[in-house]
């Protein structure tokens, strides 16, 4: 089993930033895959930036440019920088790991970008 928390959402105005992290409750230093995804009201969860066999990354047309996604092995976290932040951003954001048959979510962790 893994548990993962998120943590780092908040309100933040148009072009501000935020840092999300997502604590794993084991080593990741084995996990080829991991990522973030967001859902909007009324909208289906989408994929937001993702990070596989350790380097090669992954992101929406929609955010390329201004997130980035990050791994501390050490620490057993994702991160997800987010920059110039717009209010089409604004959604509740999820951490996925893939790990063995398992296919692990947090709860999530609410942006709202205001105009």
């Known amino acids: 089993q893994v548990q993962l928390v998120e943590s780092g959402g908040g309100l933040v105005q148009a072009g501000g930033s935020l840092r999300l992290s997502c604590a794993i409750s084991?080593?990741?230093?084995?996990?080829?895959?991991m990522g973030w995804y967001r859902q909007a009201p009324g909208k289906q969860r989408e994929s937001v930036a993702t990070?596989?066999?350790?380097?090669?990354?992954k992101y929406a047309d929609s955010v390329k440019g201004r997130f980035t996604i990050s791994r501390d092995n050490a620490k057993n976290t994702l991160y997800l920088q987010m920059n110039s932040l717009k209010p089409e951003d604004t959604a509740a954001y999820y951490c996925?790991?893939?790990w063995g048959w398992g296919d692990y979510w947090g709860q999530g962790t609410q942006v709202t970008v205001s105009p």
């Open positions: 990070i596989s066999s350790g380097i090669s990354t």
């Open positions: 996925n790991v893939k």
């Open positions: 084991r080593s990741i230093f084995t996990i080829s895959y």
